[in-house]
């Protein structure tokens, strides 16, 4: 019998064999194991998307929810307290407002990319989450240099683990609850610090804002600062990891990108396509729906399997096939409607320029292991180490 | 499902069917039109899906909130009174046949 396991680590290392039956045989498939529905064709999803007034986000978004997030992030509230909430951060994320980044996200690149000369072999996360937790620091404001509260590593592991979930009790962990405690405690001692002296910094802006004449609940600013450093460091890196591993596995693709570094917009269009680390996420009906001869019940979770959408050839021909030229409108790398990712522009911007700098130190690389480990999660996915070597 | 034509920058009219409750703009990603970006995915946060709406049916359009009018001062090409945001827009039955135009410029 057909089964569809987001714990399993199965589905963590290849799940697009399983969305592809989903897609054909049960495309409203209501899996025991997740105690939820999966949506797994590209026109469901996006109409699923669309309707937040049936598909609710206000009982939590992460696949496996953290305990208290659910209704107090931008992610897990419904409009119209969503759209006030994104109104107070959106400016800040907007491409127009991202150009004073350009210069610092350059020097960061240069500078962790650096340590590659001379290397032969070198895990990529070690680089990459190096850059990721720079670019996200420079980007919200958080203390940094001699002002900084923490190790930039404990913010990188805590980000990534809080993320993960166990496999065998389908559930987060005690290690994955306390790194989400370690980073709620963080946010709000820089939260604290800049309540105190506010700075022309994302964090400051938010910490004071009001919502028509009220301040901000004390735990939507928390956790919403909190799933921005989560979303920044974590998705941000596992993204590279997955454009890195797409790079090395696709020879003539990263020929192609190296020789004419323009085509990487497009390679990472692709990459957002073809198996970015966000894959899943979750919704809760607020109402009976019917489809696909299935009916779905108000109070039911539904996954929205974007990482399927993106593969469904009724949407792209050829799914499977990693193409840089095919610039795929319209993919859910991203999500979409009222919760695509906030932070579209600067994830482009900052690996654009990551890999252009990557790519003048190591302009040919390949992967060492054939089977790699991947990340325990049910919502995203990504290898938590990737060997390469110079080829 | 209503019908939709969109008028791409070099002119071509082109002529879909939308399923109701999808965006112009999800629409418009759905059959590749050109002229039409949406870089943010559809949260009214980037200004990238910025169209003319026929002026005639502009009424039968839910006037734009304060995000969208927020986002329309930063559209590339010349803002008109017809200006609109395709993500903001849902296609009803009762658009059916709506003609929109899209700009040279998005970015």
Redesign the interface.
């Known amino acids: 019998m057909f089964t569809f396991d987001p714990y399993s680590p199965a589905i963590d290392a290849d799940p697009f064999p399983y969305y592809k039956r989903l897609r054909d045989e049960f495309p409203c498939f209501w899996s025991p194991e997740a105690q939820m529905w999966v949506l797994s064709r590209y026109v469901d999803i996006v109409s699923a998307g669309q309707d937040w007034q049936t598909y609710s986000s206000a009982s939590g978004n992460l696949m496996t929810e953290l305990p208290g997030r659910a209704g107090a992030t931008l992610g897990s509230s419904d409009p119209p307290r969503h759209d006030r909430l994104r109104g107070l951060i959106q400016h800040a994320f907007m491409k127009r407002n991202l150009m004073a980044l350009e210069e610092p996200i350059r020097d960061v690149a240069k500078q962790v990319f650096a340590q590659l000369w001379g290397v032969g072999q070198f895990d990529f996360k070690d680089v990459s989450s190096q850059f990721t937790v720079k670019v996200l620091m420079a980007a919200l404001g958080l203390p940094m240099g001699d002002e900084a509260l923490v190790d930039e590593k404990e913010v990188r592991d805590n980000a990534v683990l809080m993320v993960q979930s166990d496999a065998r009790t389908r559930a987060k962990g005690p290690e994955h609850i306390a790194a989400y405690n370690w980073v709620q405690e963080y946010a709000s001692k820089v939260i604290a610090m800049r309540r105190a002296e506010p700075r022309n910094d994302l964090i400051s802006h938010f910490a004071m804002a009001e919502i028509d004449g009220d301040r901000l609940d004390e735990r939507e600013v928390l956790l919403t600062t909190t799933t921005l450093i989560m979303a920044g460091v974590e998705s941000l890196g596992g993204f590279m990891m997955m454009f890195a591993y797409n790079l090395a596995s696709f020879h003539e693709s990263r020929q192609a990108v190296v020789e004419k570094p323009e085509l990487l917009v497009d390679a990472i269009e692709e990459s957002l396509r073809y198996n970015t680390s966000a894959q899943r996420f979750r919704r809760r009906l607020m109402k009976d729906v019917a489809l696909h001869g299935q009916t779905m019940k108000a109070g039911d979770f539904v996954c929205l399997a974007y990482g399927s959408g993106n593969r469904d050839e009724r949407q792209y021909p050829n799914p499977d096939l990693y193409d840089i030229h095919r610039k795929p409108r319209g993919h859910l790398g991203f999500g979409g409607g009222v919760h695509a990712c906030l932070g579209t522009a600067i994830a482009r911007l900052a690996v654009k320029i990551a890999f252009e700098e990557f790519h003048k130190v190591v302009p040919d690389y390949q992967r060492i292991a054939d089977q790699l480990a991947w990340m325990p999660s049910s919502t995203f996915r990504s290898p938590l180490v990737l060997e390469l070597a110079r080829i | 499902m209503p019908q939709i034509t969109y008028i791409e920058p070099s002119g071509e009219a082109k002529t879909f069917q939308l ?1 109701e ?3 112009l703009l ?1 629409g418009a ?2 059959h ?1 039109i050109d002229g039409i970006v ?9 200004g990238t899906c910025h169209c003319y709406v026929e002026a005639a049916r502009l009424h039968e359009l839910p006037a734009p909130e ?2 969208e009018l ?1 986002m329309l001062d ?1 559209v590339a090409a010349e803002r008109r009174p017809n200006s609109r945001l395709a993500c903001q827009i ?1 296609a009803t039955a009762e658009l059916d046949g709506l003609v929109v135009h899209l700009p040279e410029v998005q ?1």
């Open positions: 399923q409750g999808w965006s999800q990603s759905l590749a949406g870089e943010c995915g559809g949260a009214c946060g980037c304060g995000k927020e930063f849902k970015d």
